[in-house]
């Protein structure tokens, strides 16, 4: 079965530190790979994508984020955090063989970043 | 340009009640999706449609039918609401345009069933 996993429901992180919000995935053909990030009572804003190329993709408000075909995962990564990024985060995945533009989306990982 | 909006932004209903919500989107996009977010377990795609006068089935669709008479519009209807279909529904377009399926989201709509 196709899926995205976010393994950490939660990541805790001091401002001013580097973060990782971690995903991994299971899905045929060539993976389109998506990050959103979703604030209080908001809808999901998207943050970065990854469909060819280079690997280190960079995105929205500092973020980017790694493709890494042999471990099948797309972890995010910001080099400093500020507490304004906390928020709700999601992995989302297109399958390569998908010609709808359906996503699969990971349960989200909850980012507290404190001052 | 408004992007994607969603009426209405709330809602209470009492079971087997009927409501329709309404997805609206001024991009000129060809797909759109309708999603109900719960805690802990992401969004679960409920319907699709990837044209005018088309669509599909998602991961979740017991309970709920769609209609897309016009391109810029998706609406989501439940004919019997159950309190199991208390949850925040969002709308979300793409372009097929470039073909990277990029997702556009709504501000959802919180639905609770009583």
């Known amino acids: 079965a196709q899926s995205v996993a976010q393994p950490e429901d939660q990541v805790n992180v001091a401002e001013g530190n580097p973060l990782t919000v971690k995903c991994t995935y299971s899905?045929?053909?060539?993976?389109?790979l998506f990050w959103y990030v979703q604030y209080p009572n908001r809808g999901l804003q998207f943050l970065l994508k990854?469909?060819?190329?280079?690997?280190l993709v960079k995105g929205s408000y500092g973020f980017e984020a790694e493709f890494n075909k042999s471990q099948t995962s797309f972890h995010l990564k910001k080099p400093s955090a500020l507490v304004s990024d906390s928020a709700l985060y999601f992995c989302?995945?297109?399958?390569?063989?998908?010609?709808?533009?359906?996503?699969?989306f990971g349960q989200g990982t909850t980012l507290q970043v404190k001052p | 340009n408004a992007g994607v909006t969603q009426t209405p932004k709330f809602r209470v209903l009492k079971t087997g009640q009927s409501m329709t919500l309404l997805c609206a989107q001024d991009?000129?996009?060809?797909?759109m999706y309708w999603y109900r977010q719960d805690p802990g377990m992401g969004l679960r795609l409920i319907h699709y449609?990837?044209?005018?006068?088309?669509?599909a089935k998602g991961e979740v669709p017991d309970g709920y039918n769609v209609s897309r008479l016009k391109k810029q519009n998706f609406l989501l209807g439940l004919e019997s609401a159950a309190p199991s279909q208390t949850s925040v529904y969002f709308c979300?377009?793409?372009?097929?345009?470039?073909?990277?399926?990029?997702?556009?989201f709504g501000p959802g709509t919180r639905l609770t069933v009583t």
């Open positions: 979300a377009s793409s372009s097929l345009a470039g073909a990277t399926y990029e997702q556009y």
């Open positions: 899905v045929s053909g060539n993976p389109y």
């Open positions: 990854y469909i060819t190329g280079d690997n």
């Open positions: 989302a995945v297109r399958p390569g063989s998908s010609n709808t533009g359906k996503l699969i």
């Open positions: 991009m000129n996009h060809e797909y």
């Open positions: 449609s990837v044209g005018e006068g088309t669509t």
